[in-house]
Structures are given as structure tokens and as C-alpha cells.
């Protein structure tokens, strides 16, 4: 299974767009990229996946270069509530299993 | 999203007593099960794989006899902690997904385990 690299935090204010960025050197051909957020005392939320290129939905966007060895999160406009855990997970063949590294724990101020 | 519910939210027992806990998928047919455990400021940890009418499948380290899983359906599995001491004292949580390895998996909300 790829290892992921991210930061371990990152600050942002309310309203701010947050960039959350993942290297996974070693991703193999049939990996997909996974991000969840998590709030303590509380289970992972998926937030979005892709395979490449970029990937939105209602929440955030995916940005994914060719080489595929890293991926971007974004985050629009983010407010007090958006502070929590982001993990970012490779997703493979070898059962789906999903490995956690140690995730960005995300601080949105006022 | 689908949606992955645990009972119990939370649990207090006894040291050397053991404690079941259930993990169903309400709304779709969760053909894989996986566990985690969580201590605090930690990151989640991978315990086992449960597959639907088969033996789980448990990562390096984690003990088959003491975290007895089963997935007798396509909604249920259960993880028994057996003989808990305070060193088992986590939040467990239980993740679902469909036939295909590609399948989002959808996280359960977690069970907070105290043994005193």
C-alpha cells in the first residue's frame, strides 16, 4: 500500500480557500485517492475521491497531476466548523483496505 | 452518503469481562467490514477485515482470539473484545463497502470502550 505524506497542521481563518496537500510517491496503477474528515470522538466523513485530473463536488475538489504523485484538497470558503482531521488515504487493490497515516489536523479561526 | 451505525455509542465494563459491539450498514449491502482502534491524538489503526460469511482477516500484531469478529450478514458485524483490561480502553470504529474495492467506505460513528 502507497504511504502518504501531508502536514501535520495547518491555521486558516473563516472564509479562506485551504489547500491540503498529500504526496504518494508510490501509487500504483489502480490506486484511487481518498480524503476523509474526522471530528473527535467521531467516525472518518468521507469527503471526496478521484483517480486523476480534478474532481468537485458539493463539498470540496481533487486536484490530481498526471504523474499522480500527489493530490491536492480544497477547501472553499471554510468556516469554524470545518476544523477537524483530514486524512488522506491511497486506495488499492489489496482489499480497499484504507491505511491512516497521521492526517492534518485543520484549525479555522475567526 | 450511506449510513454505518455502532452500538453501543459508548461502554464501561469490568476488567476480565467482555464486551460485543455491533456495527450495521442501514441502507446498503456491505459486502466488507473493517475495524479500527483509536486512542487519543492517535490516527486510526487497521484491525481486521471481515468479509460476509467468512473468517476475518487480522492485521500483524492484533490477536484473533482476544478481538473476535463476525459478519453472519450483509448488514452485521460484530467485534467481541474478550477478557478486556484497561489497555484495550479505545474508541472502536467500524467501516462498511460495498462488492468492489473502489466502493466509498462509510465509517461508523465509533464506540468509546472503558474497562476499569
Known amino acids: 500500500l502507497a504511504k502518504t505524506t501531508q502536514p501535520i497542521s495547518m491555521d486558516s481563518y473563516e472564509g479562506q480557500e485551504v489547500n491540503i496537500t498529500c504526496s504518494h510517491n508510490?501509487?500504483?496503477?489502480?490506486?484511487?485517492i481518498t480524503w476523509y474528515q474526522q471530528f473527535p470522538s467521531q467516525g472518518p466523513r468521507f469527503i471526496i475521491q478521484?483517480?486523476?485530473t480534478k474532481v468537485t463536488n458539493e463539498v470540496a475538489s481533487l486536484f490530481i497531476p498526471a504523474d499522480r504523485k500527489s493530490s491536492t484538497l480544497s477547501l472553499p470558503r471554510v468556516s469554524l466548523s470545518d476544523t477537524a482531521v483530514y486524512y488522506c488515504?491511497?486506495?488499492?487493490?489489496?482489499?480497499?483496505?484504507?491505511?491512516f497515516g497521521q492526517g492534518t489536523e485543520l484549525s479555522v479561526k475567526p | 452518503g450511506a449510513v454505518v451505525s455502532q452500538h453501543p455509542s459508548w461502554v464501561i465494563c469490568k476488567s476480565g469481562t467482555s464486551v460485543k459491539i455491533e456495527c450495521r450498514s442501514l441502507?446498503?449491502?456491505?459486502?466488507?467490514m473493517f475495524w479500527y482502534r483509536q486512542f487519543p491524538k492517535q490516527s486510526l489503526m487497521l484491525m481486521a477485515t471481515?468479509?460476509?460469511?467468512?473468517?476475518?482477516?487480522?492485521e500483524q500484531g492484533v490477536e484473533k482470539d482476544k478481538f473476535l469478529i463476525n459478519h453472519a450478514s450483509l448488514t452485521l458485524s460484530t467485534l467481541t473484545v474478550t477478557s478486556a483490561h484497561p489497555e484495550d480502553s479505545s474508541f472502536y470504529i467500524c467501516?462498511?463497502?460495498?462488492?468492489?474495492?473502489?466502493?466509498?467506505?462509510?465509517f461508523g460513528p465509533g464506540t468509546r470502550l472503558t474497562v476499569l
Open positions: 467501516s462498511a463497502r460495498g462488492p468492489t474495492t473502489t466502493d466509498t467506505q462509510y
Open positions: 508510490n501509487i500504483a496503477t489502480n490506486d484511487y
Open positions: 478521484g483517480y486523476k
Open positions: 488515504l491511497v486506495k488499492g487493490n489489496q482489499g480497499g483496505k484504507l491505511i
Open positions: 441502507d446498503f449491502q456491505a459486502t466488507t
Open positions: 471481515s468479509n460476509e460469511g467468512s473468517k476475518a482477516t487480522y
